[in-house]
């Protein structure tokens, strides 16, 4: 075995079990040894970033660029570190050097990029692109990322008719997953359970989540023992962990015991690594730690971490209507703690950024409603 095949494998393999500094010791052997692949480079920077070590990461790749050519996977890796950074115009002007160097390069990250900004035109007008895509893959990215920018607007009807489409490229599960996702963010909770009485293959995780959507929380538990032992011998334990504190946590909250379930999703969040790539899960764990602590009355809690999602950058790309409902959220927590201000301004943030939601969404007919009353509008 070659010593690059060797620690280019290894690097890749502590990578994806997140042990970071075991990766970075790997990748940065073969970078010693001024090895050209932009993998190796890339795979060393992402590995930085998710410690956090951002301004390492734009060193590397820059290195790269000064001491062999400018890559198209180089420039790549360089928006997505900018796009982490919050740095968006930063971000846009490397992924646009990277098509320039090669049309093929990744368009989904110059979409996820106008998301995080903001310019949702522009962002589903990338995405649209990658429709035009000659192979499955391309044709399925593009779809995945145009039904998160409708969730992120609360267009669910738009997100399931884009769902639907998988049924074409012939991969019906992903169709009813997505589906069911539309129908209980939107609240269609008794839709969403009829969508997913037709898969045909139940994971123990896909158990837990529509045992707690329903309100089956002794299913629940059922369901979470069998994933915990489906989990037992995952390569990635961290990620394992934090799945497992989760739904443990959501359990928790099923039953009124909010301390517990704080408790449990701050260790998993404590086991997140930093920002890192276009797959970040963070608003995933933080609606739901942000969900305990308002439950539990602690609203000074509650708003630093509603804000903490605002705050996000990646890590809520795939989670644009939690990061949407946020300001709702924080709307209710300054109302509640008599800033009618504050609350007015984040409920109207809400409403801008769900201006063209579908009709009936209650949080949506709430926001307008309180906003009246705080303006003293009949």
Request: glycine share 6%.
């Amino acid at each position: 075995m070659s010593i690059y095949f060797r620690d280019a494998t290894l690097g890749i393999f502590y990578k994806w079990i997140e042990s970071w500094d075991k990766a970075i010791e790997r990748f940065e052997i073969l970078v010693r040894l001024k090895d050209d692949n932009p993998s190796c480079y890339g795979n060393l920077a992402e590995s930085y970033r998710a410690i956090g070590l951002y301004n390492k990461t734009d060193d590397i790749l820059k290195t790269y660029i000064k001491e062999f050519y400018d890559h198209y996977i180089i420039r790549e890796c360089l928006a997505i570190s900018y796009a982490c950074q919050g740095k968006y115009d930063l971000a846009l002007s490397e992924i646009a050097e990277a098509l320039t160097i090669n049309q093929n390069a990744n368009k989904a990250i110059k979409g996820n990029i106008y998301l995080l900004r903001g310019d949702f035109a522009e962002a589903e007008k990338e995405y649209k692109k990658i429709l035009d895509s000659d192979t499955p893959a391309g044709q399925r990215q593009g779809r995945v990322r145009l039904f998160n920018l409708y969730l992120a607007l609360g267009r669910f009807a738009k997100a399931k008719s884009v769902a639907d489409e998988f049924m074409g490229l012939g991969d019906k599960r992903r169709a009813i997953e997505m589906k069911v996702e539309a129908d209980m963010e939107k609240g269609n909770i008794q839709q969403g359970l009829e969508e997913f009485s037709k898969l045909e293959r139940v994971d123990p995780d896909d158990k837990v989540y529509i045992s707690l959507k329903a309100n089956l929380v002794e299913e629940a538990e059922k369901a979470l023992e069998e994933l915990k032992a489906s989990l037992e011998k995952a390569p990635n334990q961290k990620e394992a962990a934090r799945t497992t504190l989760y739904f443990q946590a959501e359990i928790e909250m099923k039953e009124g015991n909010y301390p517990k379930a704080i408790e449990h999703l701050k260790e998993a969040i404590y086991l997140l690594p930093f920002q890192y790539n276009m797959n970040d899960k963070h608003a995933w764990f933080m609606v739901s730690l942000a969900k305990a602590y308002f439950k539990n009355g602690d609203l000074e809690d509650a708003q630093r971490e509603y804000e903490k999602i605002i705050g996000l950058t990646t890590g809520r790309i795939n989670f644009g209507d939690t990061y949407a409902k946020s300001f709702y959220m924080l709307g209710k927590i300054h109302e509640q703690r008599g800033d009618n201000a504050l609350a007015v301004e984040n409920y109207e943030k809400f409403l801008e950024l769900w201006k063209d939601a579908d009709p009936g969404i209650a949080e949506v007919e709430d926001a307008r409603a309180r906003v009246a009353a705080l303006r003293g509008i009949t």
